[in-house]
């Protein structure tokens, strides 16, 4: 019964995917200009946002190893690992430019993090994972 | 600062606890962050230690995330 409930959960947050979009608003899909720098505290709430969705999709993948999830489960976390593994280097490069101020970078790296994230989300659609 | 995202944040944090206290997953991370986020929209800053945890944090979760499954 236990199962049932987390496999019920999950679908919620997964299938559901408000997490993901988090990501979306938490990054405000919206991209950087001169007139809208890339603060500290705007870090912070992206890479939050972010947590929150690879917690999430974090927890899926450690009940799919266990079989608690759907039998797609596998294909799904390796149709979302690209765009996961994606963030890796953005984030990094994100953060550098943040603390050095170095805005005109800070925003490539900012907007190319939010095409990610929409790459993400497409796919995560057509996986019928409703994101949006 | 955009209220609405802090907001956002805070809402779908929430809305994940109870799949990860049911997965019997650890929350209390979960939780602080969002009290540091929802901290940081009230005061308008965050610190540096809040900033590194949470980097930490998040590329530990990515890093175990993007790991190749088991076969």
Redesign the interface.
Known sequence: M?KL??IG??A??LGGC??L??VG??V?LATKSVANPV???????I??????A??????Y?????QNAVDSAC?AN??AI?PY??G??PL?TQL?SFVKQNDQVNAWVAYNQLVTLYTNLKSTATNLGMKVS | ??P???F??I???L??I???I??G?EVIP?VK?IA??AK??AE???TED??AQ??A???K??A???SD??D
Do not use: H, W
């Not at chain 1, 603060?39 to 709430?45: A, C, D, G, I, S």
């Not at chain 1, 890479?47 to 929150?52: G, L």
């Not at chain 1, 690879?54 to 927890?59: D, I, K, W």
């Open positions: 236990k409930i987390v959960l999950l919620l947050s408000a997490q979009q988090a608003t938490g405000s603060t500290k505290q705007e870090l912070y709430e890479e939050a946002s972010i947590q929150i690879v917690v999430a999709l974090r927890t993948r450690k009940a799919c190893e596998r976390i390796r690992q996961t593994r963030l890796v984030l953060r | 600062m955009d609405i995202a802090i956002t944040i809402e779908k944090g809305t994940l109870p799949a990860l049911e997965a997953q979960l962050r540091a986020v940081g929209g308008g800053t965050v809040e900033l949470l980097e944090d998040l590329d979760a990515l175990e995330f993007n499954l088991p």
